[in-house]
Nanobody, 128 residues
Framework: QVQLVESGGGLVQAGGSLRLSCAAS????????MGWFRQAPGKEREFVAA????????SYADSVKGRFTISRDNAKNTVYLQMNSLRPEDTAVYYC?????????????????????WGQGTQVTVSS
């Protein structure tokens, strides 16, 4: 069982930045994939970014490429989502998630159903 605790959400003006944090406990394993998803009111939950813990390789949704950066800190068992150049359409509840299974590297990290553990979500609101 993995517990994910998120922080860093809030209200920011368009063009601003936020950094979301997701602390995993009791620990993460090198095979884990950590992901960020978001869900706006009335919309489907969508993939934002993911990172393979061991290799540090990343993937991003097209809508956030060049603006968001996912990273991890091995010592802190924490994954981050640095969000720059925020837009009103980025407004959503952001969820941290963990895929604990050692899936083939060929499998995309974007599949929401692959993630077994989820954080509580943190609200990000971008005003215009």
């Amino acid at each position: 069982q993995v517990q994910l605790v998120e922080s860093g959400g809030g209200l920011v003006q368009a063009g601003g930045s936020l950094r979301l944090s997701c602390a995993a406990s009791p620990r993460t394993f090198r095979s884990y994939v950590m992901g960020w998803f978001r869900q706006a009111p009335g919309k489907e939950r969508e993939f934002v970014a993911a990172i393979r813990w061991s290799a540090g390789s990343t993937s991003y949704a097209d809508s956030v490429k060049g603006r968001f950066t996912i990273s991890r800190d091995n010592a802190k068992n924490t994954v981050y989502l640095q969000m720059n150049s925020l837009r009103p359409e980025d407004t959503a509840v952001y969820y941290c998630a963990a895929d604990p299974f050692n899936r083939p590297l060929s499998r995309s990290t974007t599949h929401m159903g692959d993630y077994a553990y989820w954080g509580q979500g943190t609200q990000v609101t971008v005003s215009s």
